[in-house]
């Protein structure tokens, strides 16, 4: 993950993210296409996620340095949820959720 | 006359003077108001002061106590509550700019519940900004500027409870309540050396409290002892309608007159590996303290992702909770300035990685199950450092805070756990002994902590400078 990070110009992508919505067609449309195919490869899901999260809540407040905060936030998000692949989960696995049904109403 | 020393006796001890009529409860909340003004404020520990309630409230007590009317333990004894904690016609901030005029209309349940047993609500204390889930990493975190440790006013004094632990480490008020989601108790009460007890998850509702993880929030007191947490916990424990998760209390408070014998405890193995060598002299002098009353094994906890869940849970939550918050660019508001960008990732965390977090939660609970079953206690201690300075990243000099992964398992367990003082460390600043017990054995976990605290005296070691 942080290794296709690296490879990747942050800096033109988040630029073009702080625009905000239209940040992300700008760079499929210019960061992508105007690479060589092998600089080409899919963005990774952290910065998939962050362009979700400028599409999300665009504005004028994002600067580079935000992004890349957040980000690195994504990337640890991420990070976790490989952690908790580590563990065996089988269809019977339940999440220990707060919900529970209502009581029977008494006549 | 009220003498400054007298600031840190216990709730039993200020009961009996109550009692015998040696002070009222309107002089002691007098006493306690002026000392929250005083050194509170110079710590930076108090939101509000609730000076007119707090008298109303005395004087009440006072004469309910004439008349022969005894709410119990906490009849006329002041206390402070974390900003959190709704109150009614009082601003509750949760410790973020934001929210400084919000004012609900009800009281918290717990806070409720206290005025039901005659306690007096003398402040709302400070706090790390919404709890601490946007991710601070130093302590200007909070409106009312960073809180300084009751020992130095150099060092942190922890958070999220941070105003809940300095009260009680500068001797401000007699008992407060915090709250914790992952450590917000244990970690400024063991930096402020007093005692503070996190409870089983569910035991008390938090009716009334800000959500910052629903399945995690737990509200526990921050007492002089385990004793009187016990105290505390008797008053405020019990179902809600509100709050489904709260339960009927049944045992869990109960405290067993003598403890098991033998009784069984473990440490966590590794738990010294990255503490400050005084930090591990301390805990093997308590070990040695402990192993009195029976055995104690080193164990290795089960290998599972226990910081991932709890990581996981709370920023799923915590973004769902503060959803329009963040949309609506108050967070921009927030006084650290990573708190400010700390709620955005959240927005886009997968919700299989969520709902896969509270799977691996339920393999936790399963697998702590027979440890517990097997262990009275568990051990290590609650910091791996002394508190550090107030100007410093937390990762200059934290070493991550936690010992080892005793504390966030606790939390993902719902376990009870207790920090009590150990002993001077590096600087001469106070080091805690965390316990843990298994879930709904609060009142076995405090009877434990109760017996260490009577066979030490770090508990009744305070700042020299609040005594006179």
Known sequence: ??????????RAFAQQLAVGVGGVGCWSSSTAMAQPAAEGEPPSMA??????????????????AQLSDVLQDIEGDLGRAQLLRTVP?????????????????QP | MIAAGDAFLTIDEWGRRLRGGEVTSLALTDFFLARLKTIGTAHNAVVTLTADRAREE???ADADLQRGRDRG????????????????????????????????????????????AGAVLTAKLAMIELAGGFGYRQAHASFTGPALNAWDRSCWAGGSSSG????????????????ETSGSILNPAGANGVTGFRPTYGLVPRTGAMALSWTLDKIGPLCRTAHDCLTVMRAIAGPDEEDFTAFEVGTTLDAPATLPSPCRMARIAGCLRTVQPEIADRFEAACSVLSQ???????????????????????????????????????????????????????????????NALRVRRKIQTALDPVCQQYDVLLAPTLATVAGPIDRDFREWSR???????GVAGNAGGLPGITVPMGAGANGLPTGLQLVSGARRDGLLLTIATAYQQRTGWHRQHPERYQS
Request: proline share 7%.
């Open chain 1, 47 to 64: 910065l998939l996620l962050l362009a979700a999260v400028v599409a999300e809540c665009p504005g004028e407040h994002w600067n580079e």
């Open chain 2, 400 to 406: 991550g805070f936690a010992s080892s992964s005793l």
């Open chain 2, 293 to 355: 009353f029976g055995t104690i094994d080193e164990i290795e906890l089960p290998d599972l992702p226990y910081s991932a869940v709890v990581g996981t849970i709370i920023t799923g939550e915590m973004a769902a909770a503060f959803e329009d918050f963040i949309r609506s660019g108050q967070v921009q508001e927030l006084t650290a300035p990573e708190d400010r960008w700390g709620g955005y990732a959240g927005l886009v965390l997968p919700a299989k990685d969520y709902i």
């Open chain 2, 73 to 116: 333990p906490l009849h006329g004894i002041p206390y402070g509550a974390k900003d959190l904690l709704a109150t009614r016609g009082i601003p509750t901030t949760w410790g973020a700019t934001p929210f400084r005029e919000q004012v609900f209309a009800d009281d918290a349940t717990v806070i409720e519940r206290l005025r039901a």
């Open chain 2, 58 to 60: 005395a004087r009440l």
């Open chain 1, 1 to 10: 993950m942080t290794e296709t990070v690296a490879t990747f110009n942050r």
């Open chain 1, 89 to 105: 989960l089988t269809n019977a696995s339940e999440p220990a959720t707060m919900f529970r049904a209502p009581a029977v109403p």
């Open chain 2, 164 to 179: 809940s632990g300095i009260a009680l480490g500068a001797g401000l008020v007699p008992f407060a309540i915090g709250s």
